[in-house]
T-cell receptor, first 115, second 113 residues
Framework: DTGVSQNPRHKITKRGQNVTFRCDPISEHNRLYWYRQTLGQGPEFLTYFQNEAQLEKSRLLSDRFSAERPKGSFSTLEIQRTEQGDSAMYLC?????????????FGPGTRLTVL | AQSVTQLDSQVPVFEEAPVELRCNYSSSVSVYLFWYVQYPNQGLQLLLKYLSGSTLVKGINGFEAEFNKSQTSFHLRKPSVHISDTAEYFCAVSENTGNQFYFGTGTSLTVIP
């Protein structure tokens, strides 16, 4: 399987705990994106990387959220001191820029439930 | 920032009937337009995209969409739906100078046997 993979697929945690998700993009893709999708809504952009550089962050990405892509390959998204409002599906996508257009390929997502 | 409006949150349709899922966006600049499909507990799969050229674009699974610049719309159509088309459909917009995708709230298509 050469698609985008995400782990874990499901995470249940108690409020106040820290959680970390991992995304492995398609190998030749240099761009990686994180989105959050709450129930009944479309995905909302959180942040994106080009290689290891984090180039853009949404206002949705509060101080409790941090994303890294240390070697320009996989990425991690950490949420500290989780709140019930963090419960959502976290989607990762990757792309490579082709003549000004970047088709994003999505992973299956990590569903977070904060109790 | 862009905004994307999917006018119908739920669309029930009988099997083999035609369907149209509506999408309007707000933009005064050039954009790329996309339709994605999401099956339960899965990520998003690209159905089709409009980058430039012909305003009628064809995608996978028999879907097509028409870009209408004057009406800022990008409606998705299929002439005959199948049970397996039951899923959530998302319209998305990307400015062609940027990297963010802006998604609509989705349309839940239910195909009734």
């Amino acid at each position: 399987d050469t698609g985008v993979s995400q782990n874990p697929r499901h995470k249940i945690t108690k409020r106040g705990q820290n959680v970390t998700f991992r995304c492995d993009p398609i190998s030749e893709h240099n761009r990686l994106y994180w989105y959050r999708q709450t129930l009944g809504q479309g995905p909302e952009f959180l942040t994106y990387f080009q290689n290891e550089a984090q180039l853009e962050k949404s206002r949705l990405l509060s101080d409790r959220f941090s994303a890294e892509r240390p070697k320009g390959s996989f990425s991690t998204l950490e949420i500290q001191r989780t709140e019930q409002g963090d419960s959502a599906m976290y989607l990762c996508a990757s792309s490579r820029r082709l003549a000004g257009y970047n088709e994003q390929f999505f992973g299956p997502g990590t569903r977070l439930t904060v109790l | 920032a862009q905004s994307v409006t999917q006018l119908d949150s739920q669309v029930p349709v009988f099997e083999e009937a035609p369907v149209e899922l509506r999408c309007n966006y707000s933009s005064s600049v050039s954009v790329y337009l996309f339709w994605y499909v999401q099956y339960p507990n899965q990520g998003l799969q690209l159905l089709l995209k409009y980058l430039s050229g012909s305003t009628l674009v064809k995608g996978i699974n028999g879907f097509e969409a028409e870009f209408n610049k004057s009406q800022t719309s990008f409606h998705l159509r299929k002439p005959s739906v199948h049970i397996s088309d039951t899923a959530e459909y998302f319209c998305a917009v990307s400015e062609n100078t940027g990297n963010q995708f802006y998604f609509g709230t989705g349309t839940s298509l239910t195909v009734i046997p």
